[in-house]
């Protein structure tokens, strides 16, 4: 049995109610694009809590991959066509669709797993949290970057999260050409947006931001640095046309520094006053399928009648952080928050 497999093994036995029956949650998975595809996947990785009853997807060439490999799944080109079928709602289509769908699974009383950023803006966020108060149900946002085994070490580095501190995050990559229809801040920054204020549970009071726009007409690299009230300080960076592939978060303080690499899952500690030979001490963590996490978090929370793990409110503090951001870039100015 392969390492996944038993996450996924101890996942579902984390999810079993004993002695009770508990009816499946039939879902929809909105969008079948590269995303789509593995929360179609993991959809189906609960088959005690949930059954994927339905793929959305409106173009031909998605339709035809959906059915082949979603064989006994039902595909439909419009999401009427199976709202009455459904218990919740995966939203995975490009960003620009997020609003008007989650809008309808909201009037429609279903459950709702919406992919970051939540919508395109703060003021079309605020009237989902209006219409969610009118509708209790459960809605989560995918801000899957919370879920690295890294963050509940935290800790054990609790020297590093003491402020004044510098913070730097750093997430660039080789253009891949996906997420196009949005801006490098509405598709990378807002992981490390949000991430910044999870894990040092403060906002911003200030940003001050550069952008460019190199191979598309909208932003493919933006430099973003941030004030708090704390006296913490905070630099973003992200990118999708550089040269090579960088994720990771790196905190300088008096204790000294500390840098987690989200891609190699490692954690690395160079203390300012280190009693021993060797200056930096090297990490490890275990790395997790962050989808399926989110998953079972969703459905846990629709059967037990629970807060979601990542809520409406927080997807719209990170679409708010995201407008300031872009505003400081058009502007040239530093923007209060």
């Not at 066509?81 to 809008?103: L, M, Q, R």
């Not at 992981?191 to 911003?204: K, M, R, W």
């Not at 630099?235 to 994720?247: A, C, L, M, S, Y």
């Not at 927080?314 to 928050?337: F, N, Q, Y």
Request: proline residues 4%; contains cysteine.
């Amino acid at each position: 049995m392969t390492r996944l497999e038993k996450q996924k093994l101890e996942l579902h036995r984390s999810t079993h109610n004993e002695g009770k029956v508990v009816s499946k949650i039939k879902v929809a998975v909105i969008g079948y694009g590269h995303l789509g595809k593995w929360h179609a996947q993991k959809a189906e990785s609960f088959p005690e809590l949930a059954e994927l009853r339905y793929i959305v997807e409106k173009f031909p060439a998605g339709i035809v991959a959906a059915k082949k490999a979603h064989p006994n799944v039902t595909v439909v080109d419009d999401i009427s066509k199976c709202i009455n079928d459904i218990d919740a709602g995966f939203v995975v289509t490009p960003t620009s669709f997020h609003y008007e769908i989650v809008e309808y699974l909201l009037k429609n009383k279903k459950h709702v797993f919406c992919e970051k950023p939540v919508t395109e803006t703060s003021a079309q966020a605020l009237k989902l949290k209006d219409l969610l108060e009118e509708n209790p149900v459960v809605l989560q946002v995918g801000h899957s970057e919370r879920f690295h085994q890294a963050w509940e070490q935290k800790k054990s580095y609790a020297q590093f999260f003491e402020s004044p501190s510098h913070i730097t995050l750093k997430r660039v990559a080789p253009f891949k050409g996906r997420a196009t229809d949005v801006d490098v801040v509405q598709d990378l920054m807002i992981h490390d947006l949000d991430l910044l204020v999870y894990l040092f549970g403060e906002t911003p009071v200030s940003v001050d931001a550069i952008g460019f726009k190199m191979r598309t007409n909208l932003y493919d690299y933006v430099t973003a640095n941030f004030r708090f009230k704390s006296g913490n300080r905070a630099t973003i960076t992200v990118g999708r046309n550089q040269t090579k592939e960088v994720r990771e978060l790196e905190i300088s303080n008096k204790a000294g520094t500390l840098v987690v690499d989200l891609m190699r899952n490692e954690i690395q500690e160079a203390l300012g006053a280190h009693p021993g030979p060797e200056f930096v001490k090297l990490e490890s963590y275990e790395k997790r399928d962050h989808l399926l996490l989110e998953h079972k978090n969703f459905y846990q929370s629709i059967t037990n009648k629970t807060a979601p793990i990542i809520s409406l409110d927080d997807g719209i503090l990170a679409v708010r952080l995201i407008d300031h951001v872009l505003e400081s870039v058009r502007t040239g100015k530093e923007v209060m928050l």
